[in-house]
């Protein structure tokens, strides 16, 4: 199934040709809604589809493609709604310093974007997912690098996707479909490709995003890569309610098997006896969780792999071994170490680094000047996590001061709560400090939509030139601001 250079380059061009269909808001609009209603229409095809290519399970994957589904919806009111274009319109006047001529700003899209996919959510970052639903949105017809894991589905997907395109007359150039790592290269390359999206590993996304800025013309790359998900868990906090906690984290770091992006992989725990009856419940918890499968053999040998030279290490205890749990799953588990031993470069470096699967690394602090060290240590994040006790969280304590020590670190910060699970909402925010991702966007809520789009400003422009976005009597009702006033 690997796709030729020319089936790439056909691919891209028939994209490109598509971008006209994809003019009007309203069409777009109606594609992605009829784009869900598809999608629901074939859901147990689909999910029987996915579960054999991932064995994900028919519950999650359902409930996947439920999400995905309403992140189409949702983008399909972004569409309508028009706030993203941010149109501001500023009339001529000579009394400013400098004077201001008429000057007109909106947003138009990029062009095609290459979309790649992710293999831990078959639907929800694949063929239909949050960067192809945004691209769509923004106006930008996508071309798919199908990920190995789930050819079938991909294809499947694709077809659903076409079905509803033709329903509102849009070409099904629109969703392009290539398989394949030679045409993965092929399409981060080929000159009529404007952005490209991808979430995978460190590894293979700094590949393309080298490819993306070595082109004779760069293209924005928006890249999720990897991310450690740290959790703090203040002294208070494991005194108030550190079996909960350890309940908490076992949950958090084993749900999927551990391969979601936000799994909490390294956790700062007091070395004390309420930090004790933390790792008692945690140690309780992940006993109890059953062998999973994970989505192919090369992930679960790193797996192993990883565990075992993370184990290994003077000072690094194992109180449930992570391993193989039969001949195709794997058992969770955790490690413990002093946090001290993370405070300086070396060998312990392994343990600041993502380790994809059912594990997590628990760092045993003794006072608050280690917790710094480590937290000076750690690269960009797509999540920091702290639990503080009640009395810290109403503000007495130094909850608010490692909150603003937190922030840096990642593009989502939580309070006593867990970092699995990514709610689509208009304030969401996925993404963080490199290496979590390669640009300051996110991937998933209302603003995934700005990825694909480009300002330009049109000045002293005759208004019956202007589109009909910058009018002055606004004929397509969108939001703007005028004369600088906001105007809804």
């Keep these: 199934m690997e796709a030729t250079a020319q089936e790439v380059d056909a691919a891209v061009r028939a994209a490109d040709e598509a971008r006209e269909a994809l003019t009007d808001r309203t069409v777009r609009a109606a594609f992605l809604r009829s784009a869900a209603d598809e999608l629901e229409a074939a859901r147990d095809r689909l999910v029987e589809a996915a579960d054999a290519e991932t064995a994900l399970g028919p519950v999650r994957l359902t409930g996947e493609l439920a999400r995905t589904c309403y992140q189409l919806r ?18 001529p006047d000579d009394t400013a310093t400098p004077p201001i001529p008429d000057l007109r700003r909106y947003k138009i899209p990029l062009g095609v974007v290459a979309v790649y996919s992710a293999s831990n959510f078959p639907f929800a970052f694949s063929v239909a997912g949050g960067d192809t639903a945004s691209a769509l949105a923004a106006g930008c017809p ?31 150039g629109v969703l392009g479909l290539v398989h394949g790592f030679e045409a993965g290269i092929e399409l981060i390359r080929h000159p009529m490709v404007a952005a490209a999206g991808f979430t995978g590993s460190v590894r293979g996304g700094r590949a393309l995003f080298d490819e993306a800025a070595a082109r004779p013309v760069p293209i924005p790359f928006h890249g999720e890569l990897g991310s450690l998900n740290p959790v703090l868990v203040t002294e208070a906090a494991a005194a108030e309610r550190g079996e909960a906690i350890g309940a908490g984290l ?48 090369r992930m679960r040998d790193n797996f192993l792999a990883g565990v075992t030279e993370r184990a290994q290490l003077p000072d ?16 969770a588990g955790f490690l413990t170490v002093p946090a001290e031993r993370l405070t300086g470069e070396g060998a312990y470096d392994l343990l600041l680094e993502e380790c994809f699967g059912p594990v997590t690394v628990v760092a045993r602090y003794t006072d608050e000047t280690e917790v710094r060290a480590v937290l000076s240590r750690l690269p960009g994040n797509l999540t920091a996590t702290v639990h503080l006790s009640s009395e810290e969280a109403a503000g007495q304590g130094r909850g608010a001061e490692l909150l603003r020590e937190l922030t840096p670190l990642a593009g989502r910060v939580l309070v006593n709560g867990w970092p699995t699970g990514v709610a689509v909402a208009p304030a969401q925010h996925h993404g963080g400090p490199y290496p979590a991702t390669t640009s ?28 009909p976005e910058l009018k002055d009597d606004n004929p397509l009702g969108l939001p703007r601001r005028f004369n600088g006033s906001l105007e809804r």
């Design 74 to 91: 949702a983008f399909a009111g972004i569409v309508e709604e028009g706030d993203f274009l941010g149109v501001v319109i500023d009339h």
């Design 142 to 172: 996508v071309v798919v690098k199908a990920h190995p894991d789930h050819p079938a589905l991909s294809e499947l997907v694709a077809k659903v996707i076409r079905r509803a395109a033709a329903k509102h007359q849009v070409p099904d």
């Design 250 to 297: 076992a949950g958090s770091m084993t749900l999927g098997v551990g391969q979601f992006c936000v799994k909490p992989g390294l956790v700062l725990a007091p070395a004390s006896a309420a930090g004790d009856a933390l790792l008692k419940s945690l140690t309780d918890a992940v006993s109890d969780t059953d062998p999973g499968v994970l989505l192919d053999h």
């Design 316 to 331: 690094v205890e194992t109180p449930v071994t992570a391993g193989a749990g039969g001949e195709h799953t794997v058992s």
């Design 440 to 467: 300051t966007s996110t991937s998933v809520g209302g603003t995934a939509i700005e990825r694909w789009l480009r300002p330009v400003v049109y000045q002293g422009a005759p208004e019956a030139l202007l589109p």
